[in-house]
């Protein structure tokens, strides 16, 4: 299976200030057409996972666009350039390149 | 607008079995692939079966298999998914998720499955 390997576990950002999230596969994550099928995922407290980014930077409709997905192979970043109240609770990449699908183990963000 | 509604979680006990639903609207569901996605208490996401529109493949995590059974109906836009021989680690909330070209694009609210004595 592929590993999925996020840092840092936790990430406590002041109000307005950026943050990064990494991801890294034990795998590349490049499918066979080309396309590179690295998903995150935003799950705030009490709340079901919603998807933000799919296939490594396109972000969902109605995602703020101070979100924004970044990398390739295996190395791949979410950045939030400017952290709003909202933002709180735990991100996950997800990849599904290979079977089967796997997690990151999640990165919560909280406000300093 | 898309929603799907998990419902059949509750209490049960080691051994024992339950049948999960999901209830899909606002979409074509027979034109979708659907997951099966699980998170134990105070952990990550684990992502449980696939079922293709068709029901002619079906995967499932090592975790589960042999003992989880993921059907659909699509004259009902119903996803289910069959648990025996459950275990105490197969406590968690279950969410159902629709699949579209390498994602997980729309998920249910969860329904919690606790398995205890």
């Known amino acids: 299976d592929v590993v999925m390997t996020q840092s840092p576990l936790s990430l406590p950002v002041t109000l307005g200030q950026p943050a990064s999230i990494s991801c890294r596969s034990s795998?590349?994550?490049?499918?066979?057409?080309?396309?590179?099928?690295l998903n995150w995922f935003q799950q705030r407290p009490g709340q079901s996972p919603r998807r933000l980014i799919y296939?490594?930077?396109n972000r969902d409709s109605g995602v703020p666009d101070r979100f924004s997905g970044s990398g390739s192979g295996t190395d791949f970043t979410l950045r939030i350039s400017r952290v709003e109240a909202e933002d709180v609770g735990v991100y996950y990449c997800?990849?599904?390149?290979?079977?089967?699908?796997?997690f990151g183990g999640g990165t919560k963000v909280e406000i300093k | 607008e898309v929603q799907l509604v998990e419902s059949g979680g509750g209490l049960i006990q080691p051994g024992g079995s339950l049948r999960l639903s999901c209830a899909a609207s606002?979409?074509?569901?027979?034109?979708?692939?659907m997951n099966w996605v699980r998170q134990a208490p105070g952990k990550g996401l684990e992502w449980v079966s696939y079922?293709?529109?068709?029901?002619?493949?079906?995967y499932y995590a090592d975790s589960v298999k042999g003992r989880f059974t993921t059907s659909r109906d699509n004259a009902k836009n119903s996803l289910f998914l069959q648990m025996n021989s459950l275990r105490d680690e197969d406590t968690a909330v279950y969410y159902c998720?629709?699949?579209?070209?390498?994602?997980?694009?729309?998920w249910g609210q969860g329904t919690l499955v606790t398995v205890s004595s």
């Open positions: 998720a629709r699949t579209l070209s390498g994602t997980l694009d729309y």
């Open positions: 606002g979409f074509t569901f027979g034109g979708y692939s």
């Open positions: 079922i293709n529109s068709s029901s002619s493949a079906i």
């Open positions: 795998q590349s994550l490049v499918y066979t057409n080309g396309d590179t099928y």
């Open positions: 296939k490594v930077s």
């Open positions: 997800m990849q599904a390149t290979h079977w089967p699908l796997t």
